[in-house]
């Protein structure tokens, strides 16, 4: 609340950008899309970007597409985006596995997308409790009861497997205000009956995310810009790294959210819609106005 009660609103809380910076990385859901339809400004911003020979990646946590899925979904809503701009935790998880346990048998609760980029990088599936080393807790639609008691039973009874996650969200945001449940209920499920602790998040905001993304752009932190709509993945892993970082009012994170948070937990910029990211000098010479998109 501002003095004398008065609400929020995000007019009050807006700072934008008053250059360009080399790299721009974007959340997806809430950010650049909702649904299947563009958020307002996302075009002519990524465009611009583009015609600027700025570097624009795409991230997600979410592991139910790949980066294929992405792209094709971008390019259908009139953003052309090849499938190396684009960093999920399908990515994440399977390179961190790649990495750190090459030759473990491992359980992904997850849907399709991860199963198959598990199998194309050879690493072995299994549902056979006594023989899982890792256990995936993913955003998984299909999640049932079966699929919680291979977990217990790898983790609990036969006291062998690890738990890791794809990313650490309660819910991912869908259109009409409502939402589905995400990746962090499921390891709670988990915990609450193994009483075993997720020891690795892949996604936002662990700093795997951005060490993956930052080995695929070449520039330091400081040159790039991390823009998102959720406090505590993206715009937390971008604070944390030294990143500069901007929320959005478009999904997630509302005035009043952003308000409450501590100093150290807001981000440089503050947005009402994405194409603000372009500096109003811009804005003015592109002869731009929020009635346009």
Same mark, same amino acid.
């Given at each position: 609340?501002?003095? /004398?009660?008065?609400?929020?609103?995000?007019?009050?809380?807006?700072?934008?950008?008053?250059?360009?910076? @080399?790299?721009?990385?974007? !959340?997806?859901? #809430?950010?650049?899309?909702?649904? !299947?339809?563009?958020? %307002?400004?996302? /075009?002519?911003?990524?465009?611009?970007? +583009?015609? *600027?020979? /700025?570097?624009?990646?795409?991230?997600?946590?979410?592991?139910?597409?790949?980066? &294929?899925?992405?792209? @094709?979904?971008?390019?259908?809503? #009139?953003? %052309?985006?090849?499938?190396?701009?684009?960093? *999920?935790?399908?990515?994440?998880?399977?390179?961190?596995?790649?990495?750190?346990?090459?030759?473990?048998?491992?359980?992904?609760?997850?849907? &399709?997308?991860?199963?198959?980029?598990?199998?194309?990088?050879? =690493?072995?599936?299994?549902?056979?409790?006594?023989?899982?080393? $890792?256990?995936?807790?993913?955003?998984?639609?299909?999640?049932?009861?079966?699929?919680?008691? =291979?977990?217990?039973?790898? =983790?609990?009874?036969?006291?062998?497997? +690890?738990?890791?996650?794809?990313?650490?969200?309660?819910?991912?945001?869908?259109?009409?205000?409502?939402? &589905?449940? !995400?990746?962090?209920? $499921?390891?709670?499920?988990?915990?609450?009956?193994?009483?075993? /602790?997720?020891?690795? *998040?892949?996604?936002?905001?662990?700093?795997?995310?951005?060490?993956?993304?930052?080995?695929? $752009?070449?520039?330091?932190?400081?040159?790039?810009?991390?823009?998102?709509?959720?406090?505590?993945?993206?715009?937390?892993?971008?604070?944390?790294? #030294?990143? %500069?970082?901007?929320?959005?009012?478009? #999904?997630?994170?509302?005035? @009043?959210?952003?308000?409450?948070?501590?100093? &150290?937990?807001?981000? @440089?910029?503050?947005?009402?819609?994405?194409?603000?990211?372009?500096?109003?000098?811009?804005?003015?010479?592109?002869?731009?106005?929020?009635? !346009?998109?």
């Amino acid at each position: 609340m501002t003095q /004398k009660g008065t609400q929020t609103s995000a007019t009050d809380l807006i700072r934008v950008p008053d250059r360009l910076y @080399e790299g721009y990385i974007f !959340d997806l859901d #809430g950010t650049i899309y909702l649904g !299947d339809e563009l958020l %307002p400004g996302a /075009k002519r911003l990524i465009e611009t970007l +583009r015609e *600027n020979g /700025k570097k624009v990646i795409f991230l997600s946590n979410n592991p139910t597409k790949d980066p &294929e899925m992405y792209s @094709e979904k971008l390019t259908r809503l #009139g953003l %052309p985006t090849p499938q190396e701009e684009t960093v *999920n935790t399908v990515v994440t998880m399977t390179q961190w596995l790649l990495q750190n346990a090459p030759d473990a048998t491992v359980f992904p609760i997850s849907e &399709e997308p991860l199963k198959k980029a598990l199998r194309e990088a050879g =690493i072995r599936m299994s549902e056979d409790a006594e023989e899982i080393d $890792i256990v995936i807790a993913s955003y998984d639609r299909t999640f049932e009861y079966r699929k919680l008691q =291979i977990a217990f039973d790898a =983790i609990w009874f036969h006291k062998r497997a +690890r738990l890791v996650t794809t990313n650490p969200d309660r819910y991912c945001a869908v259109p009409g205000g409502r939402g &589905e449940a !995400d990746a962090a209920s $499921i390891v709670a499920a988990i915990e609450a009956c193994t009483q075993a /602790k997720c020891e690795v *998040n892949v996604g936002k905001p662990d700093p795997i995310m951005l060490e993956t993304i930052m080995g695929m $752009i070449g520039l330091d932190a400081a040159e790039c810009v991390c823009t998102g709509d959720r406090l505590y993945t993206e715009i937390r892993m971008a604070l944390d790294a #030294g990143m %500069p970082a901007a929320v959005v009012f478009t #999904g997630e994170t509302t005035p @009043e959210m952003l308000e409450a948070e501590p100093e &150290e937990n807001k981000p @440089e910029y503050v947005l009402d819609r994405i194409d603000k990211l372009i500096p109003q000098k811009m804005w003015e010479e592109l002869g731009w106005t929020a009635d !346009d998109e």
